[in-house]
Structure formats: structure tokens, C-alpha cells
């Protein structure tokens, strides 16, 4: 197999990003909640007074599943893959679990091309049914998007951070329809 047409990329937002900390104070705030709110209720309620306990155990068991499926959400990262001319498109949470959105073949590709003036309106004419994000940031220079069909026939574009690695395999594998 030819290693130069292997290439993992992966990307993640900036430390200190607005969003995601935004996002971990809302979960914060959900949590506390969670857990206030029942045990608040039987407080306030003199019939449920004598179960006060249960409430707050009750509780404190649903906020720790809460947590346990929810927190990992505030920590995104994306990884393309580019492997034996398959481009794969997953985001990871926490470092722990993976969820693949997309694998296709580079054939596939219809176009592929930088997010710019230029370019952008090629998009809305092509009219893509789905669409995947895989950058944090779509307003920087190094955003490129590709337009393909997926195993259903339908277009869809995904959006996505390039380095000069990547763009160096799309050179070689789909040299027709890789615009700079």
C-alpha cells in the first residue's frame, strides 16, 4: 500500500473558545438543577418531607448519568481520514468515543475547492442535500469544502480544514476535480 496516500487529520477548536464555555456552564447550570430541583420539592411539599433522602439519592443518581453521557459533548474534536482512497469523516468526543458521519470515495467528489468568493456560490448551484461541518472555525483561509455523492446518490458538501498533506493526496487522486 502507498503510504503517502494515508493521511489522519485531526482537528480541534482554541482553548478558551467562547462557545465551548458557554456550553460547559449551560451543563453546569443543568446539572445543578437536576439535583436542586426534586430535592427542593420535597423540602417545600410537607407530605414528601420524611423522603427527603430518597429525593436527594434519587437525584444525585440522575445527575451523575446525566453527566456521564452529556459532559463529553463539550469537548469536540474532528478526524478525517484518508486512507486507500476513502475519505472518512468522524467526530470524537472527549478523547473517548468516535462517531463516524461519513465515508466516501475521493472518485466520488465532484468538487473540491477553497471556501472563498469565489467558490462559494458553486455551492448553493449545486444544491447539496446534506451538509457536514468539519471545521470549527469556517471563516478562516485554510477552509476547503468538497461536494460528492454519498452511497445514496444524493449531493452533499462537507466542509473542512486542509493542510498541505491533504491537499497534496487530492492533487494526486483527484486531480480534475481539485480546484486551488
Known sequence: ??????????????????????????????????????????????????????????AALAVFFLVFFTWRRCFPEYEYELMGGYLSFSVIYHGRSRREFFSTRLADAILIAPMNDVWRDKIRDEKPEAEYVGTFYPDREDVYFMIFRDESDKKCVFYFNADERIMKIFRRTCGRTYLR
Open 1 to 58: 500500500m502507498d503510504d503517502s496516500l494515508f493521511c489522519e487529520y485531526s482537528v480541534k477548536p482554541d482553548r478558551g473558545d467562547p462557545r465551548y464555555k458557554k456550553k460547559k456552564v449551560l451543563f453546569i447550570l443543568l446539572y445543578i438543577g437536576v439535583f436542586i430541583f426534586p430535592v427542593l420539592s420535597a423540602l417545600l411539599i410537607p407530605l414528601l418531607l420524611p423522603y427527603v433522602v430518597q429525593f436527594a439519592a434519587v
